[in-house]
Each structure stands twice: as structure tokens, then as C-alpha cells.
């Protein structure tokens, strides 16, 4: 489950400590709080504590965090002089904390649990870096993929290389499979998508698809053709789409990953967690490659027996 490990305890205590970034930065912090959802559920894989942004910082373009909440970059893409100033080059070297935190983790869990890395997607990080963060409502790729496509196709091409980068360098670390999050997949409409995004991922995954396997996240997207064609073994399905219709949709040879909504880890007492999370396994009842998961991210305020009692329950159900 993305993101569990910040309803513990015991991260809080490290947040009192230091920052988000400082977590992220540190080799010996990530590789801690990477472990800590691993010792509390032993879930079946861990996944490395990070944060999409690291691959534009990494390019010459910071980010931070608000005050109120929600990311700032240090200053948004404006011109085309600013696109052209982004820095692919040396990549990996700006990126070896995040190396030698894979090392690291992948010492610990001892060939117990899998380790998965990841990135975000060429047109979700295109999106935080012209807004200039995070935004409710991002408008300014979109308006560039309407207006001036080929201004975004640099930028995109450029983001390309940089993930490609450094989801091989993740590759050489240990990782046992990777994940791209395409978090504002579902903003384009269907018609757009292959274009501004699933293309972009597409060309990634050719580069490391048949080094290890793929997870592709792509929030909101129902364009099955492009998802399917991208080349990655498995798809992430969100909470808002039907397991069942996501099953008819997708071949048979693509894994499905999902979708149990993350609200529900706060709405329902255990007992229901149990019946909705056994909902969802009988949905998916003889379909060869179904990973069960959230359909996004842990909210930070979940209890921790709400997770205990849905890992419980998918480890004792049978078909």
C-alpha cells in the first residue's frame, strides 16, 4: 500500500525530527521509513520512500512545501528559455542518494520482501512544473498541448530521458519492479491521452520493460487501448472504476492491480474493511495476475488496525 507508512506512529516521531525532504535525502532515513509499514504488516513488497519531484530537481528545478499544504517549485516553467534551461545531463549522480537508499533497503529486507521503485510520468511532472506545484485545477499543460504542442513536446521529451534515467538507475540498485504514477493521467480527455502522456510512458517502459517488470499507475485514465499498448505488465486501477469492467477491459496477460478506496480506510470500522476487501478479491476470482491494493495512497489519519485487519483478510481469503 503506497504511502502506509505515514499513518504510523513511529514515522510522526520522525517528522518531529526532520523534514520530508530531509527524510527523502538521507539514505539511512528513507531506508528506515521504507521499513516501517514492512515491520508493522510484513506486506508483501516494499516501496522506497521518495517523492516524484526528485527527477525535475534533479533537472534544476526545486520544489518545497507549503505552509498550507500542497508542493511549491522554486519557480514555475514560463518561457521556452526555461524549458531549454532543464538539465538532463548527470542525472543519475544528483540521484545517488536515492541509489544508496535502494542498497540499503535491499540489505534489510534480505530477499524476503520485494523492493519496488518508482517515478512519476513525463506529463504528471510537466504538469507540477509549469503550475509551479501542485494545483486543484491544472490548466497550463493542457493549454500547451491545445496551443503550442511542440513547446510541450520538449519538455516532455526531456522529462522522458531524465525518468528513463533514473528508473534504470533504480533498476542497477535491486529493484524487483518499478512503478510510474501518472497521478493527472485522468485530467486529458481519452482522446488526448496517448498523445500527451501514454506515448511518453510507452517510450520508457521499451527502455526497461524486458529488464523487470512494470507497474503503470494512470489516475482517472479509462483509454484502455493506450494503457494496454504501453508495454507495462501491470495496470494500477483507481477507487472510482469497477474491478469487474476493468477486467473486461484489459487482456488477459496484463496483471490488474486495486482498487479498494482509500476512504474507506477511515469511514468503515475492521469488520466492514473485511467484507468490502473480500468484495473485491471475489470480483477478481480466477483471473491469474490480480494484486491486491488501494486504489491510491494511505490517508495519513487512517488507523492502524483498519490496515492490519484489510492485509489480514486478503492473506486468509481463499478462492
Not at 38 to 64: C, H, K, N, T, W
Not at 105 to 116: G, P, R, V
Not at 220 to 229: A, H, I
Request: glycine fraction near 8%; charge should be negative.
Amino acid at each position: 500500500m503506497r504511502q502506509a507508512g505515514r499513518c504510523l506512529p513511529e514515522y510522526r516521531a520522525l517528522k518531529e525530527k526532520y523534514s520530508f525532504l530531509q527524510l527523502v535525502r538521507t539514505p539511512e532515513l528513507a531506508t528506515e521509513v521504507t521499513l516501517q509499514p514492512i515491520r508493522r504488516f510484513g506486506f508483501d513488497a516494499a516501496i522506497l520512500f521518495s517523492d516524484i519531484l526528485v527527477v525535475p530537481e534533479a533537472m534544476g528545478q526545486g520544489y518545497s512545501f507549503r505552509d498550507g499544504g500542497g508542493i511549491a517549485m522554486d519557480f514555475a516553467l514560463r518561457e521556452p528559455s526555461d524549458i531549454r534551461k532543464l538539465n538532463t545531463e548527470a542525472i543519475e549522480d544528483r540521484l545517488q542518494y536515492v541509489s544508496a537508499a535502494l542498497t540499503s533497503i535491499k540489505y534489510h529486507l534480505s530477499n524476503e520482501t520485494a523492493l519496488l521503485g518508482f517515478a512519476g510520468s513525463p506529463w504528471t511532472l510537466a504538469n507540477f512544473m509549469l503550475e509551479g506545484g501542485s494545483s486543484k485545477t491544472p490548466s497550463r499543460a493542457l493549454e500547451l498541448f491545445r496551443t503550442n504542442r511542440s513547446l510541450l513536446y520538449q519538455l516532455l521529451e526531456k522529462l522522458t530521458v531524465a525518468v528513463t534515467k533514473f528508473l534504470r538507475q533504480q533498476v542497477a540498485a535491486g529493484v524487483d519492479a518499478i512503478q510510474i504514477f501518472d497521478s493527472h493521467g485522468g485530467i486529458l480527455p481519452k482522446d488526448w491521452f496517448h498523445a500527451a502522456s501514454g506515448e511518453w510512458i510507452h517510450r520508457i517502459i521499451s527502455e526497461i520493460d524486458e529488464e523487470i517488470p512494470v507497474i503503470l499507475f494512470s489516475k482517472g485514465t479509462r483509454d484502455w487501448r493506450s494503457l494496454s499498448n504501453s508495454g507495462a505488465n501491470v495496470i494500477g486501477i483507481d477507487h472510482t472504476f469497477d474491478l469487474l469492467d476493468a477486467r473486461r477491459a484489459l487482456p488477459a496477460e496484463i496483471a490488474i492491480q486495486g482498487n479498494l478506496s482509500p476512504e474507506l480506510l477511515l469511514a468503515l470500522s475492521p469488520k466492514e474493511l473485511g467484507f468490502a476487501t473480500e468484495s473485491l478479491l471475489r470480483k477478481m476470482q480466477g483471473r491469474d495476475g490480480y494484486i491486491f491494493n488501494l486504489g491510491h495512497g494511505v490517508p495519513p489519519n487512517t488507523p492502524v488496525e483498519n490496515i492490519a485487519r484489510v492485509v489480514e483478510t486478503v492473506r486468509n481469503f481463499h478462492e
